[in-house]
């Protein structure tokens, strides 16, 4: 079809996260005539930057001012409370829409898949950000923080969030958006040791410069790793030559220098200590119905520079702990109508156009796809960006050949939705909430108090 100004391009996106947002931005700036209707599942957008963001990063946050500009743009709508699958399928909405763009994240964790992982105390990284965050469906979730040791296995980004939140003290926190319900337990927390376990070395740890950094910064908790694990073979001495990995050699750097201050200043004598783990890979996770204990494998690194894995050179230690925090990335869910690889846990697709399965190149008329649940759960915010403008290049390609759909007509849509009793939340409707959570926070010296059930936020609109 042939947009005109009479007759748009219409296109839904399906989650309102970093993603969507700039898949959003690319319709609307690129000169066609498209409009955006965004879906989200909750009645507030943002996905990952509102629920997955540490609270300690306001300034990460900021990006929600781009996408307040985003919604500005003429053109633009946001319904929030849908369910892309279950409240409408994806075939309804095929008759409103020339175009759906699947933008939905990586929801889900993957598993360690080793013995104990079920046991009481186990839990995913996912859960806790989500908890701490005020995810609705997360928030009654239980953590038991009455234990002295807790373990994260990764070296992840998210692992670091998860170290950090558990290592800093209430008083840390107490002025950032973390949900009061997370900040009551975290204040009661018996934790003295944190461990980051990495299956590999120094030099290929997925955290960034910015965020380990940070760990020199803590307000009562000492760093602690040995400096034997920051020596380097080889191959890894070659990695760090190439200038792709600059930020690898600036971790490296960043570490040396925890050691060194640590070694002058002999630890400070903080309550607690984040032990920095390398080369060891969990093993099994022991307990009487809850977690006591995690046995750990020490690796070694075998392969080419830049594809080195850790082999288990079965030598065993084991740590008492009370917890286990699982932080080894996200993972894509299916939706209902939409073909999906689950063994990548991503929508099987060509640069951002949705095929029928992994491995052909039978493309689904307009569906397509961007962000995680394309490519998989990497990269930061940012990388969103290039990632949204390669999808929306290849929709604009096929313009031709998109059939146009039945009624083109978003009022059409919502009275479809009224009749299935659903409430959609526009993002006037989201200000309201918006307001009222910013309200809340400030009574408490906090940039907000979320709501953290779905009830409490419709309730502001009643
Ligand atoms: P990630 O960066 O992919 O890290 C996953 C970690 O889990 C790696 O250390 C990986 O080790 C390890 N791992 C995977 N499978 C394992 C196994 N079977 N046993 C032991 N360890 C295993 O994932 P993430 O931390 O979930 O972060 C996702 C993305 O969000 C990243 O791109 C991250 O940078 C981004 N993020 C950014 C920020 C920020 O900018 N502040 C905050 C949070 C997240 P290997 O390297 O050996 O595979």
């Given at each position: 079809m ?5 007759r748009?391009?219409?296109?839904a996106i399906?989650?309102s ?6 898949v959003?931005?690319a319709?609307?700036?690129?000169g ?6 965004m ?7 943002y996905?990952?930057v509102?629920y ?5 990063h ?5 990006v929600?001012k ?14 929030g ?8 399928s ?8 020339d ?9 889900t ?8 992982e ?9 859960e ?8 609705p469906e997360?928030?009654h ?7 002295e040791?807790?373990?994260v296995?990764?070296q ?8 950090r ?14 949900c009061q319900h ?5 204040s ?31 307000l009562n908790c ?18 760090l030559e190439?200038p792709?990995?600059a930020?690898?050699?600036?971790n490296?750097?960043?570490l040396?220098?925890?050691?060194a201050?640590a070694a002058?200043?002999?630890q ?7 032990f920095?783990?390398f080369?060891?890979?969990?093993h099994?996770?022991k ?24 082999k288990?050179?079965g ?5 008492k702990?009370?917890l ?28 951002g ?11 689904c ?10 490519r ?13 403008e ?12 998109l059939p ?27 200000k ?10 400030q ?15 419709l309730?502001?609109l009643?």
């Amino acid at each position: 079809m042939l947009p005109t100004e009479q007759r748009p391009l219409r296109v839904a996106i399906i989650g309102s996260g970093p993603s969507g947002f700039y898949v959003a931005e690319a319709l609307l700036k690129s000169g066609s005539h498209i409009t955006v209707d965004m879906f989200e599942r909750l009645p507030a957008p943002y996905g990952l930057v509102r629920y997955g963001v540490a609270p300690d990063h306001p300034k990460i946050k900021n990006v929600i001012k781009v996408y307040e500009k985003i919604i500005e743009r003429p053109g633009f709508h946001f319904f929030g409370h849908v369910t892309v699958g279950q409240d409408i399928s994806v075939e309804e909405l095929k008759k409103f829409y020339d175009a759906i763009i699947f933008a939905c994240g990586a929801e889900t964790d993957r598993h360690l898949n080793i013995p104990g992982e079920g046991l009481k105390g186990c839990h995913t990284a996912t859960e806790f950000v989500a908890w701490y965050n005020g995810r609705p469906e997360y928030r009654h979730h239980q953590f038991d923080l009455s234990h002295e040791t807790a373990i994260v296995i990764g070296q992840g980004n998210v692992a670091v969030d998860v170290c950090r939140i558990l290592s800093k003290t209430a008083d840390e926190l107490k002025n950032t958006d973390i949900c009061q319900h997370a900040l009551d337990v975290l204040s009661q927390s018996h934790i003295k040791e944190v461990h980051m376990i990495g299956r590999r070395g120094p030099a290929q740890a997925a955290f960034t410069p910015i965020e380990v950094r940070e760990l020199e910064e803590f307000l009562n908790c000492d760093v602690v790793l040995d400096p034997k694990d920051l020596e380097l073979n080889s191959a890894s001495q070659r990695e760090l030559e190439d200038p792709h990995n600059a930020p690898k050699k600036k971790n490296l750097e960043i570490l040396k220098h925890l050691v060194a201050s640590a070694a002058t200043q002999q630890q400070k004598g903080k309550a607690k200590k984040l032990f920095l783990h390398f080369l060891k890979s969990p093993h099994e996770i022991k307990g009487n119905g809850r977690v006591e204990k995690i046995i750990l494998e020490k690796n070694e690194l075998t392969g080419e520079p830049g594809q080195q894995k850790a082999k288990g050179t079965g030598l065993i230690e084991e740590l008492k702990c009370g917890l286990v925090f699982c932080s080894i990335g996200y993972r894509g869910v299916p939706i209902p109508g939409v073909p999906f690889d689950h063994e990548k846990g991503i929508i099987p697709n060509i640069k951002g156009r949705v095929v029928s399965s992994n491995g052909t190149t039978k493309t689904c008329p307009g569906l397509y796809c961007t962000g995680w649940i394309k490519r998989g759960p990497v990269g930061i915010i940012g990388t969103n960006k290039a990632d949204a403008e390669e999808t929306v290049q290849h929709l604009l390609e096929d313009l031709n050949q998109l059939p146009a759909c039945e009624q083109p007509s978003t009022e059409g849509l919502l009275g479809l939705l009224r009749r299935k009793n659903i409430r959609a939340i526009t993002f006037e409707d989201w200000k309201k909430i918006d307001a009222a959570e910013i309200a809340r926070g400030q009574k408490v010296g906090k940039p907000r108090e979320k709501f953290v059930s779905i009830e409490e936020m419709l309730s502001v609109l009643k």
